[in-house]
């Protein structure tokens, strides 16, 4: 065994090593290992890490007495003594063939755990099993859009703000498990600032950071209030809904879309004999809600999925509705009643051949549409999102008979054929 390594809090230390066939075992995995002696200061934080062609390497520290101290971990340690004296770090191989050289940096840091936080500059802070959340406190200078990152190699990081009338909170982002929150802040208001983790014990270390975001040109922000059918705006997404009012001037059908290259769109429609909410019925991770409106006041719900922030672009439009129900063509949509088990049959007539898509919307049943002709013969229940059904396919020129039925037997109600073409199927 070598001589003890001082860690100096003003210069890293470098020690290296190489986990071979002749190593000590491990007993409990069969595991090659390696030791080394470090004297270690109370109240001092030390990081290492490990690089070299040894994958996977294993990380701990035990006191004079035997007894763990930190770790185990993957490539990375933290290094946080309560007393001052002499401790081991072993690297272990990641599994029984886990061999090669490798190189340890290990230099002394300094942890802020509370405190005020400044736009633009990353804070090192450090979770342990005294200590499981960190609070920090931060005002901005201007009204605008900030990102707040929390990340971790050690842990599965939490991020909380809250103030202001804000309550936000982000587990994991971009499919990994470090944090972020995108919001709106205001001057003269102290937010808080809450980073943790779901592990158990949450012992680790993370960076913390805040940062101005810029919105893209010529994009402004409307997170709520009144918006008029046809028209697009833009809000930020987080974990929270925002709410929009639309009034509807005559019996329609309404298609609202959220659309989002940063988040999982969640959307709800909610008014008179209406109460929809959808996932990803538009493209991707887009979110889409056909449905049948009477005259009256709606509410337009636009979260995420996952709570996860983002910006997000919102769009409404409505069709006439035709009261003749027993023919349908492109850019038409009719109005039926179901009455019996048999389902309703509406001939859709196709005059040029392409991709069309044919939506069966209710929301007095769980609408079942059924697709016969040129040698077609289709069934959907719940393809246009919730309980509304979907036929998309290429169509050549002729008629079909569709038939609206219910997937409960003995369900009757108002329903919607709306047909359209499409750029592909």
Same mark, same amino acid.
């Given at each position: 065994?070598?001589?003890?390594?001082?860690?100096?809090?003003?210069?890293?230390?470098?020690?290296?090593?190489?986990?071979?066939?002749?190593?000590?075992?491990?007993?409990?995995?069969?595991?090659?290992?390696?030791?080394?002696?470090?004297?270690?200061?109370? =109240?001092?934080?030390?990081?290492?890490?490990?690089?070299?062609?040894?994958?996977?390497?294993?990380?701990?520290?035990?006191?004079?007495?035997?007894?763990?101290?930190?770790?185990?971990?993957?490539?990375?340690?933290?290094?946080?003594?309560?007393?001052?004296?002499?401790?081991?770090?072993?690297?272990?191989?990641?599994? @029984?063939?886990?061999?090669?050289?490798?190189?340890?940096?290990?230099?002394?840091?300094?942890?802020?755990?509370?405190?005020?936080?400044?736009?633009?500059?990353? #804070?090192?802070?450090?979770?342990?099993?005294?200590?499981?959340? +960190?609070?920090?406190?931060?005002?901005?200078?201007?009204?605008?859009?900030?990102?707040?990152?929390? =990340?971790? &190699?050690?842990?599965?990081?939490?991020?909380?703000?809250?103030?202001?009338?804000?309550?936000?909170?982000?587990?994991?982002?971009?499919? &990994?498990?470090?944090?972020?929150?995108?919001?709106?802040?205001?001057?003269?208001?102290?937010?808080? *600032?809450?980073?943790?983790?779901?592990?158990?014990?949450?012992?680790?270390?993370?960076?913390?950071?805040?940062? $101005?975001?810029?919105?893209?040109?010529? *994009?402004?922000?409307?997170?709520?209030?009144?918006?008029?059918?046809?028209? /697009?705006?833009?809000?930020?997404? @987080?974990?929270?809904?925002?709410?929009?009012?639309?009034?509807?001037?005559?019996?329609?059908?309404? $298609?609202?879309?959220?659309?989002? %290259?940063?988040?999982?769109?969640?959307?709800?429609?909610?008014?008179? &004999?209406?109460?929809?909410?959808?996932? @990803?019925?538009? @493209?991707?991770?887009?979110?889409?809600?056909?449905?049948?409106?009477?005259?009256?006041?709606?509410?337009?719900?636009?979260? /995420?999925? +996952?709570?996860?922030?983002?910006?997000?672009?919102?769009? %409404?439009?409505?069709?006439?509705? &035709?009261?003749?129900?027993?023919?349908?063509?492109?850019?038409?949509?009719?109005?039926?009643?179901?009455?019996?088990?048999?389902?309703?049959?509406?001939?859709?007539?196709? %005059?040029?051949?392409?991709?069309?898509?044919?939506?069966?919307?209710?929301?007095?049943?769980?609408?079942?549409?059924?697709?016969?002709?040129?040698?077609?013969?289709?069934?959907?229940?719940?393809?246009?999102?919730?309980?509304?059904?979907?036929?998309?396919?290429?169509?050549?020129?002729?008629?079909?008979?569709?038939?609206?039925?219910?997937?409960?037997?003995?369900? /009757?109600?108002?329903?919607?054929?709306? #047909?359209?073409?499409?750029?592909?199927?």
């Amino acid at each position: 065994m070598n001589a003890a390594t001082n860690v100096s809090s003003t210069e890293p230390s470098r020690l290296q090593g190489e986990i071979t066939s002749s190593s000590p075992i491990n007993v409990n995995d069969g595991s090659r290992y390696q030791s080394f002696y470090l004297n270690l200061k109370a =109240g001092e934080l030390v990081r290492v890490r490990q690089t070299g062609a040894l994958e996977n390497a294993v990380l701990t520290l035990v006191d004079d007495r035997g007894q763990l101290v930190g770790g185990p971990s993957q490539g990375s340690l933290h290094l946080a003594p309560e007393t001052t004296g002499k401790y081991r770090l072993g690297v272990s191989g990641g599994s @029984d063939n886990g061999y090669g050289p490798f190189t340890l940096e290990l230099d002394t840091i300094t942890a802020q755990n509370g405190g005020d936080l400044q736009v633009d500059e990353s #804070v090192f802070g450090l979770l342990s099993r005294n200590q499981n959340a +960190n609070d920090y406190q931060l005002t901005v200078g201007e009204a605008g859009l900030y990102e707040i990152n929390l =990340g971790s &190699s050690e842990l599965d990081t939490v991020l909380k703000l809250s103030g202001g009338g804000l309550e936000l909170e982000n587990d994991d982002t971009a499919q &990994s498990t470090d944090s972020q929150l995108v919001t709106q802040l205001q001057p003269g208001i102290t937010y808080t *600032v809450t980073a943790t983790a779901l592990d158990q014990p949450p012992e680790g270390t993370y960076d913390l950071q805040v940062g $101005r975001k810029a919105l893209p040109e010529g *994009v402004e922000l409307t997170n709520g209030g009144e918006i008029s059918v046809g028209q /697009t705006i833009n809000g930020l997404a @987080d974990s929270g809904e925002k709410h929009y009012r639309i009034n509807i001037t005559e019996r329609a059908l309404l $298609r609202v879309n959220m659309s989002s %290259s940063d988040v999982d769109s969640y959307l709800k429609l909610q008014g008179p &004999s209406v109460n929809a909410e959808d996932d @990803d019925s538009g @493209d991707n991770y887009d979110a889409q809600i056909t449905a049948l409106v009477q005259p009256g006041n709606y509410r337009i719900s636009a979260s /995420t999925v +996952n709570g996860a922030a983002g910006l997000f672009t919102l769009t %409404s439009s409505v069709r006439a509705v &035709s009261s003749r129900s027993d023919r349908v063509r492109p850019g038409e949509a009719v109005a039926g009643r179901l009455r019996g088990d048999q389902g309703s049959q509406v001939t859709l007539v196709i %005059s040029e051949p392409g991709f069309y898509q044919v939506d069966l919307v209710s929301s007095d049943f769980d609408a079942v549409l059924h697709m016969e002709g040129q040698g077609m013969d289709l069934e959907d229940d719940d393809g246009a999102g919730g309980t509304n059904s979907r036929i998309g396919r290429y169509l050549d020129a002729g008629s079909y008979r569709l038939t609206a039925k219910s997937y409960e037997n003995g369900k /009757t109600g108002d329903y919607v054929l709306s #047909v359209e073409q499409t750029d592909e199927g």
